[in-house]
């Protein structure tokens, strides 16, 4: 190997230096490769496994790795967006024979995330395209409440996670993105253009494969998109005009981003001169209510929905202690007993084989589901331990999503996803 050849690894991750970096990715045979199932890509991409991690390795540029390097860890960890995690960047390659090869970037692979052409397969009905599209439209207005212009947004750039009946959108490509201070409202019509054109495009691709309904029209797809778009983001950011007797509003508009999933961090208030009117805005706003309140309560890490789900199991759970006591407890002393004594017992409970099927917090809000049919099927209470044996026996049917490979996409899809794509 040339000594130019340059690894810049974040720590808590391997360093590389075994695999084959004088070999163009396309050609790669090394044993620590995995086929993993993904949506289609304009580089050669190649998955290597390190014990239960699997690692993405993107061919391009230099200066394109470095940078979409830096933009990756600043939407994940400076602005708390649902991204893939950067993990590296090699560099300064040379064949074998001294010839220049490109630079690569590492990304860790998103468990239990789906390519949206395994979801569509799955599941073809008019709510899955629902929950795929409301998904990719928080997403969206996510980033641009962030200052981010993605510029190349489509299903194929974007991977899913399941999150307690819907679904939750994670940017996977970022090359073509940029940090603005304020993005522009023409930028974001342009971003929404954008996204029209790719994700037709890629439903009109999948009818020609003949994966997708021809009853399917990609145009009204997209169209609902833009509606969700614009009516999610007028929610968030729309100026109120108040009387000030009424600043009870306030606190209403406050209360309604919440049960959307949203905080309010700052409010931007503006009184007439004569002091007959208010107008209010929100002036940052973050997506997370839920999770940042589940969190406090119990350290678990969900995703916004899986909060919604399980802080509403922790207030039933609350209501039972309090009535079988007969007393209040305090929050802090009913999310603790919750977790130690009915979440944490059902995610154990779970054979090791089987919990590559649903990440915890979906075994456990699929066991509450299943628990719920029991009872109306017998006509009578059923308890988690009553429950969990069926579910676990049922458990073994359903494909393991937290590494989703070719083989179970062949079997829901009957044809294989792209594993590496060479386009240029």
Same mark, same amino acid.
């Given at each position: 190997?040339?000594?130019?050849?340059?690894?810049?690894?974040?720590?808590?991750?391997?360093?590389?230096?075994?695999?084959?970096?004088?070999?163009?990715?396309?050609?790669?045979?090394?044993?620590?490769?995995?086929?993993?199932?993904?949506?289609?890509?304009?580089?050669?991409?190649?998955?290597?496994?390190?014990?239960?991690?699997?690692?993405?390795?993107?061919?391009?540029?230099?200066?394109?790795?470095?940078?979409?390097?830096?933009?990756?860890?600043?939407?994940?960890?400076?602005?708390?967006?649902?991204?893939?995690?950067?993990?590296?960047?090699?560099? &300064?390659? @040379?064949? *074998?024979?001294?010839?220049? %090869?490109?630079?690569? #970037? =590492?990304? $860790? +692979? /998103?468990?239990?995330?789906?390519?949206?052409?395994?979801?569509?397969?799955?599941?073809?009905?008019? &709510?899955? @395209?629902? *929950?795929?599209?409301?998904? %990719?439209?928080?997403? #969206? =207005?996510? $980033? +641009? /409440?962030?200052?981010?212009?993605?510029?190349?947004?489509?299903?194929?750039?974007?991977?899913?996670?399941?999150?307690?009946?819907?679904?939750?959108?994670? %940017?996977?490509?970022?090359?073509?993105?940029?940090?603005?201070?304020?993005?522009?409202?023409?930028?974001?019509?342009?971003?929404?253009?954008?996204?029209?054109?790719?994700?037709?495009?890629?439903?009109?691709?999948?009818?020609?494969?003949?994966?997708?309904?021809?009853?399917?029209?990609?145009?009204?797809?997209?169209?609902?998109?833009?509606?969700?778009?614009?009516?999610?983001?007028?929610?968030?950011?729309?100026?109120?005009?108040?009387?000030?007797?009424?600043?009870?509003?306030?606190?209403?508009?406050?209360?309604?981003?919440?049960?959307?999933?949203?905080?309010?961090?700052?409010?931007?208030?503006?009184?007439?001169?004569?002091?007959?009117?208010?107008?209010?805005?929100?002036?940052?706003?973050?997506?997370?209510?839920?999770?940042?309140?589940?969190?406090?309560?119990?350290?678990?890490?969900?995703?916004?929905?899986?909060?919604?789900?399980?802080?509403?199991?922790?207030?039933?759970?609350?209501?039972?202690?309090?009535?079988?006591?007969?007393?209040?407890?305090?929050?802090?002393?009913?999310?603790?007993?919750?977790?130690?004594?009915?979440?944490?017992?059902?995610?154990?409970?779970?054979?090791?084989?089987?919990?590559?099927?649903?990440?915890?917090?979906?075994?456990?809000?699929?066991?509450?589901?299943?628990?719920?049919?029991?009872?109306?099927?017998?006509?009578?209470?059923?308890?988690?331990?009553?429950?969990?044996?069926?579910?676990?026996?049922?458990?073994?049917?359903?494909?393991?999503?937290?590494?989703?490979?070719?083989?179970?996409?062949?079997?829901?899809?009957?044809?294989?996803?792209?594993?590496?794509?060479?386009?240029?």
């Amino acid at each position: 190997m040339s000594e130019r050849l340059r690894i810049v690894s974040r720590q808590g991750h391997p360093d590389f230096l075994d695999l084959p970096w004088d070999t163009e990715l396309a050609s790669w045979t090394h044993p620590r490769l995995a086929t993993v199932a993904r949506g289609v890509a304009r580089h050669v991409v190649r998955f290597v496994r390190y014990g239960d991690r699997v690692y993405a390795l993107k061919e391009t540029g230099a200066g394109a790795a470095h940078r979409e390097y830096r933009l990756l860890r600043r939407l994940r960890d400076d602005e708390g967006l649902p991204t893939v995690e950067a993990v590296g960047v090699v560099d &300064g390659r @040379r064949s *074998r024979d001294g010839e220049p %090869l490109g630079a690569v #970037l =590492v990304t $860790l +692979h /998103l468990d239990y995330s789906l390519p949206y052409r395994y979801l569509f397969r799955l599941d073809q009905s008019e &709510g899955q @395209r629902r *929950r795929l599209i409301d998904a %990719l439209v928080v997403l #969206l =207005v996510r $980033l +641009h /409440l962030a200052g981010f212009y993605w510029g190349d947004c489509s299903l194929s750039n974007t991977l899913f996670r399941r999150d307690a009946g819907a679904l939750a959108a994670y %940017l996977v490509d970022a090359e073509t993105g940029e940090f603005h201070p304020t993005l522009a409202d023409e930028l974001r019509h342009h971003e929404l253009e954008i996204a029209r054109t790719n994700i037709a495009g890629g439903l009109y691709d999948m009818q020609a494969e003949g994966r997708l309904p021809l009853e399917v029209d990609p145009v009204g797809v997209v169209d609902e998109l833009e509606a969700r778009y614009h009516a999610l983001w007028n929610e968030l950011t729309r100026t109120d005009e108040l009387d000030p007797a009424e600043r009870w509003r306030i606190e209403e508009r406050i209360r309604t981003i919440n049960e959307l999933g949203f905080d309010v961090e700052e409010l931007t208030l503006e009184r007439s001169p004569d002091g007959t009117r208010i107008w209010v805005r929100p002036a940052v706003v973050e997506e997370g209510h839920h999770h940042r309140l589940l969190r406090r309560l119990t350290g678990l890490e969900v995703q916004e929905n899986q909060a919604r789900r399980l802080l509403g199991a922790i207030h039933a759970y609350g209501a039972w202690l309090s009535a079988r006591e007969g007393r209040e407890l305090p929050e802090a002393v009913v999310a603790y007993r919750w977790l130690s004594e009915r979440f944490e017992p059902v995610v154990a409970a779970v054979p090791e084989t089987l919990r590559d099927r649903l990440e915890p917090a979906e075994i456990y809000l699929a066991l509450l589901e299943h628990r719920g049919r029991l009872a109306e099927r017998h006509g009578r209470e059923v308890d988690n331990d009553e429950a969990l044996v069926s579910f676990l026996a049922e458990l073994p049917t359903r494909p393991p999503e937290r590494l989703l490979d070719v083989d179970e996409v062949e079997a829901v899809a009957g044809v294989a996803e792209p594993v590496d794509d060479e386009t240029p």
